[in-house]
């Protein structure tokens, strides 16, 4: 299950990757010749990616700490719901128990396992592959930008 897991996580990064970078190349094919007027004007190549990396990098912020605590709000939700559910439950009794099976666990367990919690090692996993992901996925399509002369720019 962990291998299993670890691959869609792999899957996920390099579709948002993908995406990402599609939808920056987008927001940059916009900013085409704003960029190209910078270079004309004598900026340097690396200032003018270091601002287009400060600009998606701050909504990338915003993004990604609105998407981890709404994230953690709505999975909370529905874990209670999942333990309100299984409390109102009418079980029926089932024929076919092993006898030979037994088990230590106890409600307590089983509902704090069902608990969402937020911790520091989680949070700062969350924010170093979503904002890695998105300084890769800005960078890719802003290096293909940024290397053409500037009068290729604005033509």
């Given at each position: 299950m962990s291998t299993l897991s670890r691959y869609v996580?792999?899957?996920?990064?390099?579709?948002?990757i993908l995406i990402a970078g599609l939808v920056v190349l987008l927001f940059l094919r916009d900013r085409k010749h704003e960029l190209g007027i910078y270079l004309s004007?004598?900026?340097?190549?690396?200032?003018?990616i270091g601002q287009i990396?400060?600009?998606?990098?701050?909504?990338?912020?915003?993004?990604v700490t609105l998407s981890l605590f709404s994230g953690n709000f709505i999975a909370g939700q529905i874990s209670h719901t999942l333990i309100k559910t299984d409390e109102t439950a009418d079980f029926e009794q089932v024929d076919?128990?092993?006898?030979?099976?037994?088990?230590?666990l106890?409600?307590?367990?089983?509902?704090?396992?069902?608990?969402?919690?937020?911790?520091?090692?989680?949070?700062l996993v969350f924010y170093?592959?979503?904002?890695?992901?998105?300084?890769?996925?800005?960078?890719?399509?802003?290096?293909?930008?940024?290397?053409?002369?500037?009068?290729?720019?604005?033509?």
């Open positions: 996580l792999m899957a996920a990064i390099f579709a948002t004007l004598g900026e340097k190549r690396s200032r003018v990396l400060i600009e998606v990098m701050v909504v990338a912020f915003v993004g076919y128990i092993n006898k030979d099976l037994t088990s230590d106890t409600v307590d367990d089983v509902i704090g396992l069902y608990e969402v919690k937020l911790n520091a090692n989680y949070i170093s592959v979503g904002l890695a992901t998105i300084f890769i996925s800005t960078l890719l399509p802003l290096i293909y930008i940024v290397r053409l002369n500037p009068k290729q720019i604005l033509m």
